[in-house]
């Protein structure tokens, strides 16, 4: 960066904080950010409570209203249910994040297992048919994943390019809402908020499924 | 000066009469508009705590308003810690200089981006490639209207006033000249046509260098800046270039994190009438094993403390672009967002346009009379913006300026669209809402006094005669084939 640019730039900061002062004159001095007030009156969630079988039941359906294929399975049948359902996915690899549970990760077919280490080039992850990963929270009023590329989710690119995303979500991990959610959540990682697979309204406002993002999203809940 | 206005705008009455001409427009829109209303007001219906969460969305905004200097300030020293620049800008060419040198800067000669409307305000596309860059816009909506050498029209989908059959046209026509041609075969079924976009685009993806992104808020509290989508276009641009060029007006910051509950609460609903989009991406400056590694976060002025330095006009800032106030606004309905001259179309358009750009124009003065104040835009507003209040204290602005003119001419004509509009079957509702309106405003009389230019001005401002030469009505009449 050259000094030209950075000095009028200094200015800049300077002038504009003035105006925002100046504009703001009819606020007294001695007001606090606090003094405004912000009634928080709406509601917090907490129904139904984090992991229950009512949330669990709340987030399928509203995933599959999305158009994203939900599977609740047991624990014991966790690992096979996916390994069959990756299997059945069709050609091409299967991006596997660092950190996806082993016992997971042991039913998948290894010939066709990629793993993010070192890092996929992004051509690579074009040609990869799907990525599985777990998620870091749930959201069942909204039918939302978020990731937040903690080990199993990876960076972002791994669920991103890829066309199919299969998302294995502990019943635990759904909340009832999106305070619950925030609450939880750490805004220093990057997080992405999944909710249901791409789509776009931008042809005469309907909405329709897969433009950029996966065309196809698959939760398996386990329950 | 006309930094934020479409060249060669007509004035609204103009556009706005040779829009209602357009009925494949007016057909495109009402079709759209009505479809998205229908889904927005059960997305609603469903929140009990709507209202709750609205008055809580009014009121951090005004909590960030009335403090806009501090949480700048916390937000900037926040990015920057977290590995991100932040640079400021007074003006749209202040803005454009700044983020055409930062491309320059990386050597790099095209740039994807996602939508803004910022970057839309300040003129961007036309500065990059008067610097040699190209840069590709890559919302479907946006792709439409680029390709297409079109103007937006709405804030969230910009190519509202295109059917199927028109995009599907424009993609045969031009998306060969910019890349990956859409295939010969292509039909109107919208998922082939997303599909051609999915082609077209994705090869500018999986090599982009640079993004230019906006956001939708920015929190003080961490340094996070938050991108709401639909496509995964945002998420590409957010995700696999190496250098991130967010641009943000300064209203954008919101103080804390779970401030954030509220709008995204808020706008998914409000927007395209979801529970939630299909993306939102979150990011505090940059990291080492994922994303870009360079970040850079533009604040834009422009005009924006000109409003904020209005205690009424202020509200106006509240704005989250959902664009609910154009798809219930019986006037934009009728005349589509071109007639607004300017990227912010709408009720919404109608306030901010002359905020930020000032009355100078016959623009900006004829947009606080391109509504039948009927307030309908009000009760959806998210962040609860009084439209009709601020529409009206604007007028008395206009009439101000105007020294001793009642009501200049082109407001004249602007109004007699708006009357147009309620005089037909909706009209004794439209009426109705505007008679509440106005009680409204009574009512609050005090607030209203302050405003610059009395009460009574306004009645006899809103009462004024239609133009004598020939109504708007009598002009639809004699011109209608
Ligand atoms: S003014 Fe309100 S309703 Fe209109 S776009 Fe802004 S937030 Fe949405």
Redesign the pocket.
Known sequence: MTIRRKEPEMNARTEVLDRIRRALADVPASERPQDVPVPRRYSHGGAPPTGSAAAVELLAERLAEYGASVHLVSTQDAASRLGRLVAGLGPGPVVVPRGFPPEWRSTLDPDRVLTDVPALPVAELDRAGAVVTTVAAAIATTGTLVLDGGPGQGRRALTLVPDVHVCVVRARQVMASVPEALAALRPARPLTFVSGPSATSDIELDRVEGVHGPRTLAAVVVT | MNDATFLGMPAFPAAAAGALRDSQLRGNLARATGTIRSRRAAAVSEQDDWEHLREAGRAVKERTLRHLDRYLLQLEEKVTAAGGTVHWARDAEEARRIVVGLVQDTGEREVVKVKSMVTQEIGLNDALADAGIDAYETDLAELIVQLGQDHPSH?LVPAIHRNRAEIREIFLRSMGAYGTAAPADLNDDPRRLAEAARRHLREKFLRAKVAVSGVNFLVAETGTAVVVESEGNGRMCLTLPETLISVAGIEKVIPTWQDLEVFLQLLPR?STGERMNPYTSTWTGTRADDGPRAFHLVLVDAGRTEALSDPVGRQ?L?????????NVCPVYERVGGHAYGSVYP???GAVLSPQLRGTASEVDRALPYASSLCGA?YE????K?D?PEVLVHLRARVVEDGRGRLVPKPERLAMAAARWVISRPARLTAAQRAGAVAARLVARRGRVGRLPGPLSRWTDTRDAPVPPAETFSAWWKRTRR
Do not use: E, H, T, Y
């Open positions: 804030i409000s106006v509240n704005c989250i672009r959902c664009s609910a106030c154009l709408g009720p919404i835009c959806v507003c998210p962040v913006i439209i």
